[in-house]
């Protein structure tokens, strides 16, 4: 396995140099079950936990490593085993709030680290719906990553043409394929993201088709590629599935169970890109701190009006946007309770 093959880039490679000079080796998470780690490396695939100190010196959930992490072990090529010393700086994050019993605490989970590209699916049969494409953008623009959206199941659907428009004028500038992932040629066009080095992951409501087009684009079943089977601490066996895939042409798919269920963290960024035409609206109110509300010069209230901007799109931004500030005070005080 080279590093290259599983994602590594220059950005790695100058974080990791602290490591270098103490015989360290990077390596990439592939599968985590429980604190049992497996990582891809340049000695193969490796099984192993963080070391007593890591555990120590970490101050929340979010430091430990998670798929699709850079780490810094300690391995040995005999015994397959590993120690992770170290987890390299997140170029991107897809994250999960964890909510107290209370419903007041909240801390982040990182689901997934590394991706560059996210195929956002999303089906043309029932589960067609424009504000639940806006808010997986929102979640995912927030992320870093570069999104792709997928129109799947084009065969049970007799107007495409006119939903691709409809998700055009939400997501201009954004890739859109209409595929069918029951034939194989239709999804060609995805194979051109999926590419050495590159790590795509699939978000998406139940039932779209995520993992339809993963067996397909692999070419064989996801369920039998994926099996691991790795002793715990206590020396029992685990089964794990390989979150982590290598394509047999190259390119990286995570394929996690908590990506296939994102609930919404992200921030504040993510709003702003998917809902850009809305701040620029904000911008051109007559007063800067203008409520949207019975003002004079409002610019919203007037594309409202005139029908420019669409009033189910401006209601569910108001509702995101009600949510996500919900959750910065509750991350707030969290951090102030530490
Ligand atoms: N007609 C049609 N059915 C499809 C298509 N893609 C997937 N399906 C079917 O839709 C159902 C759900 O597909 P999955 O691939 O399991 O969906 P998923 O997104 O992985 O669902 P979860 O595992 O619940 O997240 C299956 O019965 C698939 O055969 C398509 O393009 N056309
Ligand atoms: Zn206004």
């Known amino acids: 396995m080279n590093l290259q093959e599983l994602g590594w880039?220059?950005?790695?490679?100058?974080?990791?140099?602290?490591?270098?000079?103490?015989?360290?080796?990077?390596?990439?998470i592939a599968v985590?079950?429980?604190n049992v780690y497996v990582v891809y490396s340049e000695l193969g695939e490796l099984a192993g936990k963080v070391t007593g100190r890591f555990k120590h010196n970490a101050r929340s959930q979010s430091d430990f490593p998670t798929v699709g992490d850079w780490v810094a072990v300690k391995g040995n090529p005999r015994t397959q085993r590993?120690?992770?010393?170290?987890?390299?700086?997140?170029?991107?994050?897809?994250?999960?709030?964890?909510?107290?019993?209370e419903g007041r605490i909240v801390e982040e989970q990182v689901i997934s680290a590394n991706i560059d590209i996210v195929f956002l699916i999303v089906g043309l049969d029932a589960d067609f719906n424009i504000r639940r494409i806006e808010r997986y953008l929102t979640i995912v623009q927030g992320s870093g990553a570069r999104v792709v959206i997928i129109l799947n199941k084009t065969d049970l659907c007799d107007s495409a043409d006119e939903c691709i428009k409809e998700v055009e004028a939400v997501a201009p500038g954004t890739p859109i394929h209409a595929v069918c992932a029951l034939k194989r040629d239709t999804l060609e066009p995805l194979l051109?993201?999926?590419?050495?080095?590159?790590?795509?992951?699939?978000?998406?409501?139940?039932?779209?088709?995520?993992?339809?087009?993963?067996?397909?684009?692999l070419g064989t079943e996801r369920q039998k590629v994926g099996a691991v089977r790795e002793k715990d601490g206590r020396g029992r066996h685990i089964t794990a599935k390989r979150e982590l895939i290598i394509l047999p042409a190259g390119g990286i798919v995570i394929d996690n169970p908590g990506m296939r269920s994102v609930p919404l963290w992200g921030d504040q960024k993510g709003l702003e890109e998917t809902f850009d035409d809305i701040v620029e609206l904000t911008r051109q109110c007559k007063f800067t701190d203008c409520q949207h509300r019975t003002e004079?010069?409002?610019?919203?209230?007037?594309?409202?009006?005139?029908?420019t901007l669409d009033k189910d799109r401006y209601n569910n931004y108001l509702r995101l946007q009600r949510e996500l500030r919900i959750l910065a005070i509750k991350r707030e005080r969290r951090a102030r309770a530490r």
Do not use: W
């Open 192 to 217: 051109t993201y999926v590419v050495p080095g590159e790590t795509v992951t699939l978000v998406g409501s139940s039932g779209v088709g995520k993992s339809t087009i993963i067996n397909t684009i």
């Open 32 to 34: 985590k079950q429980g």
């Open 82 to 101: 590993m120690t992770i010393h170290g987890v390299l700086p997140r170029r991107t994050k897809f994250s999960r709030k964890m909510v107290s019993t």
């Open 9 to 28: 880039d220059s950005f790695f490679e100058k974080h990791f140099n602290p490591y270098k000079e103490k015989d360290f080796l990077p390596a990439r």
């Open 296 to 307: 004079p010069g409002c610019a919203i209230k007037r594309a409202l009006e005139d029908g």
